[in-house]
Every structure is written in C-alpha cells, then in structure tokens.
C-alpha cells in the first residue's frame, strides 16, 4: 500500500478526549475514528490489525472443534424474558418495537438465541458434544464508555459456546478452551493473568476471566504472591483478621449532635470504626435496599447487585430514605424488617456491642448485637477486598491492582436450556436439559490492550503476527530518478516475495516520515535514500530496537527469506 493514496492520517497532537494511552495511539495513528460516544470506525490500518486477530481466534477456535456460525444482532424480546435476562439487563440493552408492533432488542450478547437455535437442531446425546461461535456486533449502552476501544457500546466480540450431555463432559472440554484463550493472547503478544471471577448476570457456576495488569484498567485485581490466587475484586472473597468477642451488653441511646458520618461518630464516641455499623441505601430494581456493613468496610457493589440479581444499582436519594421513615446520616436497623428490604455484609457477626444510627436526629445506639437486636432479610458477603486482608487460600496479606478484561469464559450449565427447552434424549431415552458453556473476547478491547502493552513514547510496537504490515519502506530524497527507481523496484521486489508493505512515497521531510513510521509501529522498517544506494542497498531497522544497519540489496532480501516474518513472531514472543 503507498502511504501517499492510504485512506486516513497521522495527528501530532493528542486528541483532549483521549486519556489513555491506546486510545491516544489508535487516533494519531490514523486506526480508528469516533462516531458518537463509544462507537468508533475503523481505517484501514485499524481494520487490517483487526482482521488480523480475528483470524488468530479463528484459527485457535477451530483447533479446538469450534465451528463458526452467524447469528442475528436483533433478538425476539421474547426469548430474554423467557430467561428472565430481559428486566435484568436494564438500560444498557437497546428496545425497540418493528412496524407490527414485535418487541425486539439490539443483542447484548447471544447466550438466548444460540439456546434456541440448538432447542431447534439437537434431539439426541449423539450429536454432542460440540461448540459453535461467531465474530459479531453487539450493542450495550454503556453509561460510562471510555478508554477509546476499552470499553465502547458498539464491539465485535467472539463469542463461542459449547453444548454437553453432562456436567463432567464440560468440566473436561472447558480446559480446552483456557488454553485456546492463552494461544491467542500469545499470539497477540500479551501474557494474561488469568483470575476467578463473578459469573454475574450471565450466570453459571464457575468462570474465570483473562485480565491484563494495567493501571488504567477499570477492574480491581486481587493476588496473592505466596500462592499465586488471583481474583477480580467483584467477586473476591478474603479472610479477614479475627475480632475478639466480647459478653453482648444492652442497648443504650447516646447523644451524636452532628455527628453524620462513620469516622465523626468513632472519634465522638471513642471506638474504631471496626465497632460500627455503617447504613448505606440503594435503589435496586425499583426498591429501596437497606445495606448494613462494618464501619471500616465498603460495599461492593458488583456482589450485591447480583445479590439481589439486578443489572443496576444506584444510591438512594435522600428524598427516597426519608420517604421510608428512616432518618438519614442516623439509620437504625432496628424496627425496619419488613417495612424494607435489609441486606447484611457478614462483618456484622464478626464483633459485638457495634454503635449504629438511633433513627432518631442526633442520637446513636450503642451495644448492638446481631441476631439479638434486629434481623436481616439477606446476610453475605457483599464487602470490598481490602489491601492487606487476607487470602482465602493460605492467608497471607493480599495485594491490590488494576487490569483490563481481555476474555471471559463460564460454565452456564442448565440456566438458559432449561429456560427455554433447549433438551435431548440421553442413551436411556430419557429428556435431558442441555449443559452449556460460553466463552467471550472483545476482539476491539483486545486490539487497544495489545497497544497498551507495547507501545514507547514514539508510538506503536507491534507484534508481528498482527502488525497491519509487515514492512515500513520508507524513501527518502524521493525527487532524485535514483532514489525513486531503487525504491520503486525494492517496493515491488517485497510484494512479488509476498511480503505485506506500507511504501511511503510521499514528498515529505525525513523527519516527518521518520515520526510517521514509528508511530504506526510496523515490525520492520527499511530505508531507501541517497546515502543507503552511496553504499549499495537499504537501511534496516526493527521497530522494537534502536540500532540500525545498512544492508547490500542480496543481502537483505536474504535476510528476509520466506521464513522471516516467523522469525520476528519469535523474536517478539522472547
């Protein structure tokens, strides 16, 4: 391709909306474009490292007996309420009725509609088991898109998803599909780690999710060094240090005047916030959650949204509080069962005689114990993981970090067949619910994590299996008929060879090509000028090194070979 009829361009600026660095990258290299907040079009340059991946999942996919499909983006509604997945995606799925009045929905993703067209095709144990996928348009309507192509509300993803006889038959073929995750992260050129996660709203028994460690990344990383556990923070679960118990004292109402917050009351009154009961309230599908926590503790929201199985939380407005009869910055759980629904993180039962809300304007009660003071409807662990708390596993210290999901896989099990008569007759004849997994990668989220991993101060570094172009000729003092004739004929020379060129045969200063081919990133970049032909050939420079040399016209061409490009994927994987 000759850079000079390429469709889009390089920005020296870094565009203001931007903020981290794939984003940034991805736009002054002339890959992407916005369209409206998240979605996103793609240029040649950013559609051809794309096809690229996609063709890496393919490839890993199909080793692994993956048989590729295409399924709609517009669903019947009907089949997400069947699942009961319809109320509880809430507003980030699109709705939408057609001219005869049908409800339809844009798909979030595709576990429904694959559920029926197997309900459709498999009638016997014999055809299982076997696992179909696809590389397709979703829609979510993210509230909070951001990073460029981290996190959008228009994606393709690979979706694949896996149908069995028996529990067991999952257990042995979902190893396979962990690894086929690993190749092509590989291939890629990034190394995930791979942590226990939340199944969440798809639902499930077991699922893991591939992350890549990135200080920008919106997830909250739990590891542990001494044993390796890992976990994202939504559904994490920690040992915490034990609180002494103490002989359970009766209540007693203390004066608080102004004291509102957790930390004013602890100070006021002369006890940790560990001696505490914090009150937070909720707006969860439609209802007012009364949440009950530890002082020193915060909730987490992801495990109580699917707690309570909703898409959304939002807090409660004061209004909303007051309406119930509670008296906010005092709440009291006491005397509220009932009236409103009470969630409790388990913290309350490590410790006794807590200070919690009076209900009551200025007024504290302390010595409050739980059962013996007052009930919950549900009692779990809805808590933050903290920095320091302890691993479920061999309880040493835990630590903190942030990360970028690259890939999610789950053991569904019998959720959706069974919602919607997805069945088979086993070897006694008898009707069965189909046992399913499901396994998902954003092939966009994968591309900006790829540039988030490699990239310098210049711009991109990319891995050579899914470079845009393997080779970045570049010539320089282009108006001399020597100069022109040598890289005309070298340009053409790599093609015929099969090699994947981006020739810049624009009229500009070293400089500017220089910056331009580094911040593109292309593997290899060979330099034809005046000075290179002084001596007979073409400068050579990876993009991942500093050095260059200079290179006879034979030589480089045996240099490159037929194996060369294996050779830079090699490199690149060192």
């Known amino acids: 391709m000759r850079l000079s009829k390429l469709f889009g361009r390089t920005l020296r600026e870094v565009p203001a909306e931007a903020t981290m660095v794939s984003h940034q990258l991805l736009l002054r290299a002339g890959m992407i474009r916005p369209l409206a907040a998240g979605i996103y079009s793609y240029l040649p340059l950013g559609w051809r490292a794309l096809k690229k991946i996609e063709g890496i999942m393919r490839q890993e996919m199909d080793s692994i007996g993956g048989q590729e499909i295409r399924l709609p983006s517009v669903h019947p509604a009907e089949l997400w309420q069947a699942t009961g997945r319809y109320e509880e995606a809430g507003p980030v799925m699109a709705r939408f009725r057609d001219r005869t009045g049908r409800e339809l929905v844009l798909g979030i993703t595709h576990e429904e509609v694959v559920t029926d067209l197997a309900r459709r095709e498999i009638n016997s144990y014999r055809q299982l088991p076997f696992m179909v996928y696809q590389i397709q348009t979703k829609f979510r309507d993210e509230p909070r898109s951001r990073g460029g192509l981290i996190r959008v509300r228009e994606f393709t993803m690979k979706d694949a998803y896996s149908f069995h006889a028996n529990e067991?038959?999952?257990?042995?073929?979902?190893?396979?599909?962990?690894?086929?995750?690993?190749?092509?992260?590989?291939?890629?050129?990034?190394?995930?780690?791979?942590?226990?996660?939340?199944?969440?709203?798809?639902?499930?028994?077991?699922?893991?999710?591939?992350?890549?460690?990135?200080?920008?990344?919106?997830?909250?990383?739990?590891?542990?060094?001494?044993?390796?556990?890992?976990?994202?923070?939504?559904?994490?679960?920690?040992?915490?240090?034990?609180?002494?118990?103490?002989?359970?004292?009766?209540?007693?109402?203390?004066?608080?005047?102004?004291?509102?917050?957790?930390?004013?009351?602890?100070?006021?009154?002369?006890?940790?916030?560990?001696?505490?009961?914090?009150?937070?309230?909720?707006?969860?599908?439609?209802?007012?959650?009364?949440?009950?926590?530890?002082?020193?503790?915060?909730?987490?929201?992801?495990?109580?949204?699917?707690?309570?199985?909703?898409?959304?939380?939002?807090?409660?407005?004061?209004?909303?509080?007051?309406?119930?009869?509670?008296?906010?910055?005092?709440?009291?759980?006491?005397?509220?069962?009932?009236?409103?629904?009470?969630?409790?993180?388990?913290?309350?039962?490590?410790?006794?005689?807590?200070?919690?809300?009076?209900?009551?304007?200025?007024?504290?009660?302390?010595?409050?114990?739980?059962?013996?003071?007052?009930?919950?409807?549900?009692?779990?662990?809805?808590?933050?993981?903290?920095?320091?708390?302890?691993?479920?596993?061999?309880?040493?210290?835990?630590?903190?970090?942030?990360?970028?999901?690259?890939?999610?896989?789950?053991?569904?099990?019998?959720?959706?067949?069974?919602?919607?008569?997805?069945?088979?007759?086993?070897?006694?004849?008898?009707?069965?619910?189909?046992?399913?997994?499901?396994?998902?990668?954003?092939?966009?989220?994968?591309?900006g994590a790829v540039i988030e991993e490699s990239h310098d101060e210049e711009g991109i570094i990319w891995p050579p299996e899914i470079a845009p172009y393997q080779i970045h000729l570049v010539a320089l003092d282009i108006g001399q008929a020597e100069v022109s004739e040598a890289a005309e004929g070298s340009y053409g020379a790599l093609l015929a060879r099969g090699y994947e060129v981006l020739y810049d045969d624009r009229e500009e200063s070293p400089g500017v090509k220089f910056n331009d081919a580094d911040l593109i990133g292309l593997p290899l970049r060979l330099t034809v000028s005046r000075r290179t032909l002084e001596v007979g050939g073409v400068e050579v420079k990876r993009r991942d090194e500093e050095s260059s040399r200079v290179l006879e016209f034979p030589h480089l061409y045996r240099l490159l070979g037929d194996r060369y490009k294996v050779q830079l994927a090699r490199s690149a994987k060192r």
């Open 168 to 447: 067991e038959d999952l257990d042995d073929y979902y190893p396979q599909v962990y690894q086929a995750y690993l190749n092509i992260f590989r291939r890629c050129g990034l190394e995930p780690l791979v942590v226990e996660a939340a199944p969440g709203l798809m639902g499930g028994r077991a699922s893991h999710e591939f992350m890549l460690p990135n200080e920008a990344g919106e997830d909250t990383l739990v590891l542990c060094q001494a044993c390796g556990w890992a976990a994202n923070a939504e559904g994490a679960v920690a040992m915490r240090e034990e609180v002494a118990g103490q002989k359970e004292r009766p209540l007693e109402e203390v004066a608080t005047p102004g004291m509102m917050t957790i930390q004013e009351v602890a100070d006021y009154l002369g006890v940790p916030t560990r001696e505490t009961l914090k009150a937070i309230f909720y707006i969860a599908l439609g209802q007012l959650v009364f949440v009950i926590i530890r002082g020193d503790l915060d909730v987490n929201e992801a495990k109580l949204a699917s707690l309570l199985q909703a898409s959304e939380l939002r807090l409660a407005t004061e209004e909303e509080v007051k309406g119930a009869g509670i008296v906010a910055g005092y709440a009291s759980p006491l005397g509220f069962k009932g009236k409103v629904k009470i969630v409790a993180d388990r913290s309350i039962r490590e410790g006794s005689n807590f200070v919690a809300g009076a209900n009551k304007e200025g007024h504290h009660l302390k010595d409050v114990n739980y059962p013996s003071d007052f009930e919950v409807d549900l009692l779990a662990d809805i808590a933050m993981v903290r920095e320091g708390d302890l691993c479920p596993g061999c309880r040493k210290p835990l630590r903190l970090t942030r990360g970028v999901e690259l890939g999610h896989i789950f053991k569904l099990g019998i959720k959706y067949s069974e919602a919607l008569g997805a069945t088979f007759l086993d070897k006694d004849g008898q009707k069965k619910p189909l046992v399913m997994g499901c396994y998902g990668m954003g092939t966009g989220r994968l591309l």
